[in-house]
């Protein structure tokens, strides 16, 4: 028996970001995320997003100083280092990887096959959180 909710998506990455409104703006061109659902704040940071990527979702918020916030750093202050990262699976690696670089990512590990199959690249945002993208299904 699972403990998982009989739900479309059980696992969803959640982010922070200093300037939450602009990643979701960059996360959406460079990525081709999709706004589902955006809630700002009166003061114009993110209480809370939802980007779609096919059938998988990222939440994520504005960085503040806050219980939640305190549990979380940001990448730079921590010497660039994730301690998680998210792997999303597409269709063309390549034409991802020419979006992404295009729109400013830094590219962390180029464009390759990989041995256990698949093609793929790891690059990160303009906060420096880092994202993987390949075409491995393991499904």
Same mark, same amino acid.
């Given at each position: ?14 982010? !922070? ?81 020419? !979006? ?18 698949? !093609? ?20």
């Amino acid at each position: 028996m699972s403990d998982a909710k009989n739900t479309r998506v059980t696992v969803i990455p959640c982010l !922070r970001y200093r300037n939450a409104p602009a990643a979701i703006e960059w996360l959406c061109q460079a990525f081709g995320f999709e706004k589902q659902f955006v809630a700002a704040n009166e003061d114009g940071s993110i209480a809370h997003a939802q980007l779609t990527f096919g059938n998988g979702m990222i939440m994520l918020g504005s960085a503040t100083d806050s219980e939640f916030g305190h549990l979380m750093k940001q990448p730079d202050e921590i010497g660039g280092a994730e301690t998680q990262c998210a792997y999303l699976i597409v269709s063309d690696a390549d034409a991802i990887y020419t !979006r992404a670089k295009a729109a400013g990512a830094q590219i962390a590990i180029e464009i390759k096959d990989e041995d256990y199959g698949g !093609r793929g690249f790891s690059c990160r945002d303009p906060e420096g959180h880092l994202w993987n993208f390949g075409t491995y299904d393991p499904w």
